[in-house]
């Protein structure tokens, strides 16, 4: 899959899932977007919670005021952090604004220890016509080390 062009699209509140996506960068290269809402997020556990729930609960979507071009990569890495065992909604608002047909994705998150594959269900369902493929997903404590585990799962995807 040498000759495929990435990208690496990431969502991150309090750094964590950025520092994860820059060791997956180092090792795959292509482009990097970070995910930014219009309207930060707080880093307060309470105040994302009772804003997403909210969100979750009204149907809003988190704009988004920069984006990019996707139709130029065929290979999509999208990045999150865990919440509610689930994808954060600007990662929810980016997958359903975007036209995944025909191109591979594969989701990567960063967790406080919590399963992930609920949210790697959520992409299938959001990244129309994509096909996703297995996820990663490192604890916050282990993305300095994660190196051999980023390279393991490249190999089972197919990318490495
Ligand atoms: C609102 C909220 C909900 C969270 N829910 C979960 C969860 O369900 N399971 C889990 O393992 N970690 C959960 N976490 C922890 C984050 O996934 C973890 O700290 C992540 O590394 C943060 O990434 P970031 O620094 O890129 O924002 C939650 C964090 C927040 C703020």
């Given at each position: 899959m040498s000759e495929k062009s990435f990208l690496l699209a990431y969502y991150s509140s309090s750094?964590?899932?950025?520092a994860l996506a820059q060791n997956i960068h180092q090792i795959v290269g292509g482009e990097i977007f970070e995910i930014k809402p219009q309207k930060p997020y707080s880093k307060s556990f309470l105040s994302i919670l009772l804003r997403s729930g909210l969100d979750l609960v009204t149907g809003n979507k988190t704009p988004l005021p920069s984006t990019t071009d996707i139709s130029k990569y065929d290979v999509i890495f999208v990045g999150y952090p865990l919440w509610i065992s689930n994808t954060p909604s600007p990662i929810n608002?980016?997958?359903s604004d975007h036209n995944f047909a025909g191109k591979t994705v594969i989701p990567f998150c960063?967790?406080?220890g919590g399963k992930a594959g609920k949210s790697f269900g959520n992409v299938q369902k959001l990244a129309k016509g994509a096909t996703v493929l297995d996820g990663l997903q490192v604890r916050a404590g282990n993305i300095a080390a994660s190196k051999e585990a980023i390279e393991k799962w490249l190999?089972?995807?197919?990318?490495?």
């Open positions: 750094g964590n899932t950025k608002t980016f997958l960063t967790t406080g190999i089972k995807v197919g990318i490495k």
